[in-house]
């Protein structure tokens, strides 16, 4: 798959165009473990009650800001958050990352004999036992997504897993709040606070830092 297949459709290039700022396709994908551990499973828990009384009856929206290769929408599968019809959005800035997205998804599917079928490389359907996902790899930066007006509409479900410590927090928010559906929820884990700690401390370390 082409990078420049993310140009056209749903998908929309970001602001500026350049690949290869961002991480690795490989190095997310080994992360993904220690994330799995990091996550706080008790926030888990409340996340997946709070969301079905959130939703109701209705087919579950979902978007994710920087979403990488798709190991937070695999994480969301396989840990059972959805039970139900939904609508999937992962974005990012790079295509890069979209095109390893669909293969790393397209692989994972299928180790976990799942039905994953592409109408497009930008719009796939999963189906499990339990739930039934349209998924959409859309092709832009977080400050081009908030500021779009499109079919999409608004959502029950945000999520920011290592993102929102890069881009301007306090522009960014109420803009991502503003997409949610009323008593809608926001999930941003991992947030950089700008420091490196090493501890205990011993003697050299500012030194060294």
Same mark, same amino acid.
């Given at each position: 798959?082409?990078?420049?297949?993310?140009?056209?459709?749903?998908?929309?290039?970001?602001?500026?165009?350049?690949?290869?700022? $961002?991480?690795?396709?490989?190095?997310? =994908? /080994?992360? *993904?473990?220690?994330?799995?551990? @990091?996550?706080?499973? #008790?926030?888990?828990?409340?996340?997946?009650?709070?969301?079905?009384?959130?939703?109701?009856?209705?087919?579950?929206?979902?978007?994710?800001?920087?979403?990488?290769?798709?190991?937070?929408?695999?994480?969301?599968?396989?840990?059972?958050?959805?039970?139900?019809?939904?609508?999937?959005?992962?974005?990012? $800035?790079?295509?890069?990352?979209?095109? =390893? /997205?669909? *293969?790393?998804?397209?692989?994972? @599917?299928?180790?976990? #004999?799942?039905?994953?079928?592409?109408?497009?490389?930008?719009?796939?359907?999963?189906?499990?036992?339990?739930?039934?996902?349209?998924?959409?790899?859309?092709?832009?930066?977080?400050?081009?997504?908030?500021?779009?007006?499109?079919?999409?509409?608004?959502?029950?479900?945000?999520?920011?897993?290592?993102?929102?410590?890069?881009?301007?927090?306090?522009?960014?928010?109420?803009?991502?709040?503003?997409?949610?559906?009323?008593?809608?929820?926001?999930?941003?884990?991992?947030?950089?606070?700008?420091?490196?700690?090493?501890?205990?401390?011993?003697?050299?370390?500012?030194?060294?830092?």
């Amino acid at each position: 798959m082409s990078k420049d297949d993310f140009s056209s459709g749903r998908a929309h290039r970001a602001i500026g165009g350049e690949t290869g700022n $961002s991480f690795h396709p490989g190095y997310l =994908a /080994a992360k *993904k473990s220690i994330d799995d551990r @990091a996550l706080n499973h #008790h926030v888990w828990g409340t996340l997946r009650q709070a969301l079905s009384q959130t939703a109701g009856n209705e087919p579950v929206n979902i978007l994710e800001i920087g979403a990488g290769i798709g190991t937070m929408f695999e994480r969301i599968i396989d840990r059972e958050l959805l039970k139900r019809s939904a609508t999937y959005v992962a974005t990012d $800035s790079d295509p890069d990352q979209l095109v =390893a /997205a669909f *293969k790393y998804l397209s692989q994972w @599917a299928e180790k976990r #004999h799942y039905s994953l079928s592409w109408s497009s490389q930008q719009h796939g359907r999963l189906s499990t036992a339990k739930a039934d996902v349209s998924l959409i790899l859309d092709l832009a930066s977080v400050e081009e997504f908030v500021d779009r007006s499109d079919s999409l509409g608004s959502f029950h479900l945000i999520i920011a897993h290592a993102v929102l410590d890069l881009v301007d927090f306090q522009v960014v928010l109420p803009q991502l709040f503003s997409r949610l559906k009323n008593n809608g929820l926001a999930y941003f884990t991992c947030n950089f606070d700008g420091e490196t700690l090493f501890l205990p401390a011993c003697d050299g370390d500012e030194e060294i830092i």
